[in-house]
């Protein structure tokens, strides 16, 4: 159930067996043209072409970053963030510009030449690329952007990863035991040795493997590890995955550490994947999405907290 560790050896070819359904991209330009309605698809599968807006606009269904939200903080936080969009940031249109230029796939880029966002036009600027469903870049970001790239191309384990692939593949598929329809959308899917490859990129404030580490824990990295890889062997692509964490820093020289989680963290995501799940499907049946915010909480410290005390007072 958990992968072992993947030898990295340069892939030759990839074949993921299963059935992955292309959809006509022309279709939803002419959706996002006004011309037709778009629409999700209507059954289970593993989807080429689906765009990320139309992906994000699934209200029926649980994501990985959804089953997070539910546990982590209240079903309410997470039918709210279901229905509300969030507002466009700067740092979200760097990421997915980082990740633009690493897949080859994704929205356009629209470059800026100005040197902030401070002024009128600037931000006139922006909010049109966004209307035109673009990513709004300042020029020096596009050019960071661009070298990062370069960098994951150049790096002797994420350059081969990269080399031969598929990007943004998006899946739906039911729960057996809740009957609850769940959704992924995979960064790349590529083959090493045989062994289907999930292969994840983020970027990061921080660099390396102890700052990825903490990120795991803070973002609930360990949780998105399970749920894609019982959502490819749900949907019959894969019997035994193997998932890959590609990190890098958005500083110069943008380092790129390569992570994979052990089998004890990824059983825990998986134990609270299944109590999301279920959440999910009760709040769906009862209509209700409520929190907890209605009781008084004794709340204890971190237990970094207690150790730093007493090995101050010892």
């Known amino acids: 159930m958990i992968p072992v560790s993947v030898d990295l050896a340069i892939p030759e070819r990839l074949a993921v067996t299963g059935q992955v ?3 006509m991209a022309a279709v939803h330009q002419q959706s996002l043209a006004g011309h037709i309605p778009p629409a999700l698809p209507d059954a289970p599968g593993l989807y080429a072409g689906i765009p990320d807006s139309l992906y994000h606009s699934d209200t029926s269904s649980l994501s990985s970053s959804g089953a997070r939200t539910l546990v982590m903080r209240s ?36 470059v ?37 790239a370069r960098k994951v191309r150049e790096h002797p384990v994420t350059g081969p990863l990269f080399e031969v692939g598929q990007a943004e593949l998006s899946g739906w598929w039911r729960d057996p035991e809740t009957g609850a329809m769940l959704r992924l959308r995979t960064d790349w899917l590529t083959e090493i040795n045989g062994r289907l ?16 580490a903490s990120a795991a824990a803070s973002f609930g990295y360990y949780m998105q590890h399970p749920f894609y890889i019982e959502g490819l062997r749900a949907l019959g692509i894969d019997d035994h995955p193997a ?3 590609v990190t890098q820093s958005k500083t110069p020289p943008y380092l790129v550490t390569v992570c994979e989680l052990p089998a004890e963290d990824v059983a825990l995501g998986h134990a609270l994947n299944r109590h999301a799940i279920r959440l999910f499907a ?13 009781r008084i909480h004794t ?14 007072l010892s």
Request: charged share 25%.
């Open 21 to 23: 359904v292309e959809v």
């Open 243 to 245: 998932f890959l964490f």
């Open 75 to 110: 079903p309410r936080e997470f039918r709210y963030a279901q229905l509300h969009a969030p507002a466009a940031k700067p740092e979200f249109d760097f990421g997915h510009a980082a990740h633009r230029y690493v897949l080859g796939v994704g929205a356009d880029i629209a």
């Open 299 to 312: 709340v204890a410290l971190p237990a970094w907290v207690r150790y730093q005390a007493e090995e101050i």
């Open 282 to 294: 009760a709040c769906q049946a009862s209509g209700e999405w409520g929190d907890d915010s209605d």
């Open 197 to 212: 490859v999930v292969v994840d990129y983020k970027t990061s404030k921080d660099s390396g493997h102890r700052a990825f």
């Open 112 to 148: 800026i030449d100005k040197p902030d966002w401070k002024t009128g036009e600037a931000q006139r600027r922006r909010r049109e690329a966004h209307s035109a469903g673009l990513i709004p870049l300042l020029a020096h970001e596009d050019a960071q952007a661009q070298q990062m």
